[in-house]
């Protein structure tokens, strides 16, 4: 491997990386990252919410030191996939249930692991050895978007999502950390989201702060996906339709609206009963079978009472008097109190005869405190008006 021509075996990677399906490609230095500060900030100020595993001991030195990940790690590849779906999903003002575009598909740990473990096999082939290797997508304590800054990959947008130039920031990213030495690229020195606040003004929740950086504890994302319990009452119609994650901080950003394309790669592409969800039939998924239908999906991450939990909020922000009945049934019946307790919250929200009457009949029989509570505030409050 001494022999190699460095330049070479870089151009031939990325040459393989494109025919793999990844859009973006480049290398950087395992060095430790610049602004690891603002990092330990964002934990002390607690907005991880209640991500803990981000702010271990062990978690921050890895951050702060790839080598204690990999010791022999020299070059880390960062790559790129679009996933952004054809046909895009509807305008940000659809009325009715929404799942983030990246989760249309199929769940993007799966897809991407194996394109960059036929990445890291390549690598070994071209050096005619075994190479020292680490895979993340998403999985690990580094700090993924400062690397692919760093790749020049693009800059790191006031929404946080890494912006490229040529395709927006539609794509999630992969890393792989080898053991040897590649062609590093020039990073991506250069903010151009200029005065735009577009992302910040959008945001339903005001979870984007000036440091590029967000509350966690107020995104969308992070309510919908990683809160697996109570989310917090006064955030729940900031919530609107997304029954698993969030788009808008992308879709108004005037590089997606200019460059993104939707990809062609099959496996973004969205499941057709996503592309316009029936909240009746997250309502009504069933313990035991309900992964079925949502097998490598990355919907499955809030697991059954979770996303139940967000149909409900959608049924009650949309006041669709359709849901009724499945409310009624889950309020009633459901053997989860998470469920029965936001069952309770939509009910309130539509309001009507059924909806006043199921409320009453199960504050006579409910035991559970957080149902009760429901229960309790939806029937001292007024349904929303439509």
């Avoid at 151009?11 to 990092?39: M, N, W």
């Avoid at 509350?215 to 900031?238: F, M, V």
Wanted: proline share 8%.
């Amino acid at each position: 491997m001494s022999g190699t021509n460095t330049l070479e075996l870089t151009t031939s990677i990325k040459t393989e990386a494109y025919r793999l399906g990844f859009d973006l490609f480049g290398v950087t230095r395992p060095s430790p990252p610049p602004h690891l500060d603002v990092y330990q900030h964002w934990l002390t100020a607690g907005r991880h919410g209640g991500m803990a595993y981000l702010a271990s001991d062990r978690a921050l030195r890895r951050r702060a030191d790839p080598c204690l990940i990999l010791p022999e790690c020299r070059s880390i590849l960062v790559v790129a996939v679009n996933y952004l779906p054809q046909p895009s999903q509807p305008s940000i003002g659809q009325i009715g249930a929404r799942v983030a575009a990246y989760a249309l598909g199929d769940d993007y740990h799966d897809v991407l692991l194996e394109r960059l473990e036929h990445l890291a096999a390549f690598v070994e082939l071209q050096v005619n050895q075994s190479v020292p290797n680490r895979i993340y997508i998403d999985t690990g304590p580094i700090l993924e978007r400062e690397l692919a800054q760093r790749a020049g990959l693009g800059w790191i947008g006031k929404n946080t999502c890494l912006i490229n130039p040529q395709i927006g920031s539609y794509f999630i990213l992969g890393e792989l950390l080898l053991g040897i030495d590649l062609e590093p690229d020039t990073p991506f020195r250069s903010d151009r989201c200029g005065s735009c606040t577009r992302c910040i003004d959008a945001c339903p929740t005001g979870c984007i702060l000036p440091d590029r950086t967000l509350d966690a504890r107020r995104c969308i994302s992070y309510l919908t996906i990683e809160e697996k319990g109570n989310i917090p009452a006064n955030l729940r119609s900031s919530i609107g339709g997304w029954l698993f994650g969030c788009d808008i901080c992308q879709q108004v950003c005037p590089w997606n609206m200019r460059f993104a394309a939707p990809t062609s790669d099959p496996s973004f592409q969205p499941r057709s009963f996503l592309v316009q969800p029936d909240v009746n039939l997250f309502l009504s998924l069933a313990p035991g079978s309900w992964t079925q239908s949502l097998r490598n999906s990355p919907l499955l991450r809030p697991k059954r009472r979770g996303l139940v939990r967000n149909a409900s909020i959608v049924a009650g922000n949309t006041g669709d008097p359709t849901t009724v009945p499945s409310l009624v049934r889950n309020l009633l019946c459901d053997s989860e109190p998470l469920v029965r307790a936001y069952a309770a919250w939509a009910l309130g929200q539509i309001g009507g005869e059924q909806a006043l009457k199921t409320l009453e009949q199960a504050k006579g029989m409910e035991i559970e405190q957080i149902v009760m509570d429901e229960i309790e505030a939806a029937l001292a409050s007024p349904p929303m008006e439509t």
